[in-house]
C-alpha cells in the first residue's frame, strides 16, 4: 500500500492554503514516480527541523528500497549516489538524515 506523509498539526488559513498546494506537489510527484494515485493520504507529526548539531556517520553510498512503480507489484531498486551525500544522525541517536548531495526524484526514479 502506498501514501504520502504529510505533518499534522492545526494551522490558520494562509498556512493551510500552502500546506493544501504543497500537498497537490506531494500527489503529483507521488503519481510522477509511482505512475498512479496514492491509495491511502495520512498525516503523521513528525520533525519538521534538522537539529543544529548532527553526527556525521559516513557517505550514503547508495539508497536500497521496495516500491511500487506501476508495474504490477513491489520491486527493489538499488541507486548508486553519482555524489555522495553525508549520512549522519542526531546526538540521541534517534533519527537519520541525509545531508548534500546532488539527486532528483523523477519518473525515472532517484536520479544523481
Sequence with gaps: MSYIRTPGFDVADDTAHRCERRLELARRRFHEFHRGRPALVIRVACRRTIPDVLVQ??????????????????????????NEPLLTCDPDGKQLYIVGGRYRVTRRGIEG
Excluded: K, N, P, W
Design 57 to 82: 556517520l559516513g557517505t550514503l553510498r547508495a539508497v536500497v528500497y521496495t516500491a511500487d512503480r506501476g508495474d504490477g507489484g513491489d520491486r527493489q531498486y538499488i541507486h548508486f549516489m553519482e
